[in-house]
């Protein structure tokens, strides 16, 4: 069973559409299970219905006209129960009822297996036989099995459009097809899909139309020969130590390129006008699925070969400088599994329109990044049919979370409006610019300006930012194929300190690890944000630490507007070891006869620890900022980058809030200020909360800063304070969130939260 569950398993992960998918696994099913009938009902809420999608063993006819009303017969029991229904003869149950449409006859045996997608049922599959059978509890877990199989592709399908689907053959996936993800910055955009895929990978190359087709056809036989060549010195050099048999593999490498099937079906397709990659890529998947159908154990072995091969023709193909991306087109969309920050810091700013990535959240640093400058974005858009898009219009709602692949007239018409009244609204919060960010009753909450790349200094500047209250470190090595120097990186902060003197600029010591792996210094973990990273890692490697203390230090000679800040603290021997690695770098710097004062320092609270240890932390140094990100995360217990938890991870969640209240009490008893740099900054609903508590400044990306603005100029620090109170009563994050949009709305700025809806 577990065999032939595997090959269901990578058949249906190769369907096209939810019509293949379901076909393929009523056929299976009912095979495997030597059955009469398998059956997959969907269930359309709005005619209350289960309706026929696919079915091997009854009347193909009755796909798409047999509605099943909710209520009425056993497959409605499954329904409503969400839970497996075995009946040995099914007519003896109260609620059978005989269907004559489907050309049924008399089936006694039943089991019926909800299809749930995040707690929601989506269908029912069943499974018949004539005899009276009592289905045996293995065979009833293989049927969840499925079912949770199918329950992927019928939501992917739900969110590109079409439900109830079955009369409608081959779901419009991309013409027209819409995918639900998260906002992971605010906007609309309208633009140009460009696909981007991690090199070597295989399964997330794009089709791309080529013009040159006899270059491409060309360069790809140049590929194939150069991997028979390498096949072949393989084989040479292993000659001592294999076998005769083991170097037959080598063989049956050279044999597989040269075979003609492989590389002729390549080039058909290259000729058909797609280019080699692409081409390559369909081809490969096309024999390894051959492959996978042999009921010979050894032939079935024999696909990874051919994947292995094709990755090896990628390769070469991809190092003969055809991987480069093809131009920007004029308003880009980056579209791929996992845009990276990386990617967009390498898209050329004055071209980039968009984001979309299948995985991520809004948490995510590819989110933050997209935010910082200012680029609309979705993330954790996981049925997106990345491979068919390039080229392809698209429109980014970045405030529902929302793509629109080849959108419809009207739909363009409607989003173009949207960015017109957007590009208003901006503008009309430009007029803040110049004013300060104080409240009505005359509390000042200085907005800085979270950064990271150097590239955005100016826009930060522009946006009436009063300095920059977190610039992440980390993204300058990310972007390099090495750690940089310390002369390298003196450069890099010097331009921030020099930018923004004499506003402060809060310099954040490296932050790696977790989400943010560096290429060049490989962390292989279990479980990364548990692990080692941020000042864990550099305390561990003074000798990185020192360098980057030193040029932070060296960077703001003759300026003295550097503040440190220290990321990950969890335990108060981090913050003395750390202090004492900042006293020794400013001692060599003076004592090289720089005029550097010894700058501010400040922990970051994102632990839950830190968060009940945050007096101790502050009588140690001059400052604490709040890390809403991660303590979001660590409090909640919820990956910040994981769309499955997306809807739990909330910073407005009220333990969230009371942490905060916590840290910021503390922080004052000792008479130091409590600033807040996560996202939660820059979210205008969180404003007044975060004006309740008494936070001292607020760190946002530049975006967000009018926004922000816009908010405490009109909410008044005592109303914000008497909301906190209400708030710190509630019980769920929904409370919290009404509660603080009538907040807004009774300020007169409910047109902020009414935007991003
Ligand atoms: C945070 O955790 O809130 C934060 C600002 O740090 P980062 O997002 O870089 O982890
Ligand atoms: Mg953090």
Redesign the pocket.
């Known amino acids: 069973m577990l065999d032939v569950l595997r090959r269901i398993v990578q058949e249906v992960a190769g369907a096209r559409n939810l019509e293949q998918a379901s076909t393929i696994i009523v056929k299976r099913i009912k095979q495997a299970m030597a059955a009469d009938v398998c059956s997959v009902y969907l269930c359309d809420y709005t005619q209350r219905q289960h309706v026929l999608m696919a079915t091997d063993g009854l009347n193909p006819a009755a796909v798409g006209r047999v509605r099943l009303a909710m209520g009425e017969g056993v497959v409605s029991v499954v329904g409503e129960n969400a839970e497996p229904l075995n009946l040995d003869n099914a007519p003896d149950h109260p609620r059978y009822r005989y269907v004559a449409e489907t050309g049924e006859e008399f089936y006694h045996g039943f089991v019926g297996v909800p299809i749930i997608h995040h707690r929601k049922v989506l269908g029912v599959l069943v499974v018949r036989q004539r005899d009276k059978r009592k289905f045996a509890e293995d065979e009833v877990s293989f049927l969840v099995t499925m079912a949770a199989q199918l329950a992927g592709a019928i939501a992917s399908a739900e969110a590109s459009g079409g439900m109830p689907v079955a009369e409608q053959s081959g779901l419009a996936i991309v013409d027209g097809g819409i995918v639900d993800g998260l906002g992971g910055a605010p906007g609309v955009a309208i633009g140009t899909a460009l696909v981007m895929y991690p090199p070597a990978d295989l399964d997330a190359v794009p089709d791309r139309t080529v013009t040159d087709v006899q270059a491409e056809i060309v360069a790809f036989k140049a590929a194939v020969g150069t991997v028979q060549a390498e096949m072949q010195n393989l084989g040479d050099k292993l000659v001592m130590h294999l076998s005769a048999e083991d170097r037959a593999l080598f063989d049956a490498y050279s044999l597989m390129l040269s075979s003609g099937s492989l590389v002729d079906k390549v080039v058909e397709r290259i000729s058909a006008g797609n280019w080699a990659s692409g081409a390559l890529r369909e081809t490969v998947a096309e024999h390894i699925k051959v492959f996978e159908d042999m009921d010979d154990a050894y032939l079935r072995e024999r696909a990874e070969d051919i994947r292995d091969l094709g990755r090896r023709v990628l390769m070469c193909l991809q190092s003969s400088g055809r991987r480069k991306p093809p131009p920007y087109p004029e308003r880009a969309v980056l579209v791929g599994d996992e845009i990276t920050a990386a990617m967009l810091a390498e898209a050329p700013r004055e071209r980039l329109a968009g984001v979309v990535s299948a995985s991520g959240s809004r ?1 995510s ?1 590819v989110a ?1 990044l997209a935010r910082a400058l200012g680029v609309p974005a979705v993330v954790g858009a996981g049925d997106l049919p990345t491979g068919r898009l390039e080229g392809r219009e698209m429109i980014v709602d970045g405030y529902r979370g929302r793509v629109y692949l080849c959108p419809s007239d009207p739909v363009r018409a409607e989003y173009q409006r949207l960015a017109r009244e957007e590009a208003e609204l901006n503008a009309g919060l430009a007029g803040l610019r110049d004013l300060p960010a104080e409240t009505p009753d005359g509390v000042r909450v200085p907005l800085y300006a ?1 950064t990271g790349l150097v590239a955005d200094a100016s826009p930060s500047l522009s946006s009436g930012a009063e300095g920059i209250g ?1 610039y ?1 470190t ?1 993204f300058p090595f990310m972007v390099r194929d090495r750690f940089p120097g310390e002369q390298e990186q003196r450069r890099i902060y010097r331009e921030v300190l020099e930018t923004f003197a004499p506003r402060p600029v809060v310099l ?1 010591t490296l ?1 790696v690890g ?1 989400d ?1 792996p560096l290429g060049y210094f490989p962390i292989e973990e279990e479980n990364p944000f548990l692990g080692w990273r941020g000042i864990r890692i550099t305390l561990d490697h003074p000798d990185i630490f020192m360098v980057q203390l030193r040029a932070m230090l060296g960077a703001s000679a003759g300026l003295n507007n550097l503040r440190l800040l220290l ?1 990950m603290v969890s335990h108060l021997g981090e913050v003395d070891d750390a202090l004492a690695l900042v006293r020794r770098a400013h001692r060599e710097v003076v004592a090289e006869g720089e005029a550097v004062e010894m700058p501010p320092v400040g922990v ?1 609270i ?1 632990v839950p620890a830190a968060v009940y240890q945050s007096e101790a932390i502050a009588r140690r140094v001059d400052f604490l ?7 979001t ?1 660590y409090l909640l217990a919820v990956d910040r980058n994981n769309g499955r938890v997306a809807e739990l991870y909330d910073a407005l969640h009220p333990a969230v809030l009371q942490a905060m209240v916590h840290v910021v009490q503390a922080g004052h008893r000792v008479g130091k200020p409590v600033g807040v ?4 900054a820059g979210d205008p609903l969180a404003t007044v909360a975060l004006l309740g508590m008494g936070v001292d400044s607020l760190s946002m990306s530049v975006a967000s800063l009018p926004r922000v603005k816009w908010v405490v100029r009109s909410v008044a620090h005592a109303e914000a304070q008497a909301v906190l109170t209400e708030l710190l009563a509630m019980e769920s994050p929904a409370a919290v969130r009404r509660r603080l949009e009538q907040a807004l709305e009774a300020a007169g700025v409910g047109s902020l939260v009414r935007a991003g809806k």
Request: glycine fraction near 12%; proline fraction near 4%.
């Open positions: 948490s640093h933050i979270n977190l992440r980390e954040r932050d977790g943010k990321p970051m994102e900022s709040i890390g809403s990100n991660d303590l995360q740099c996560g996202e939660m």
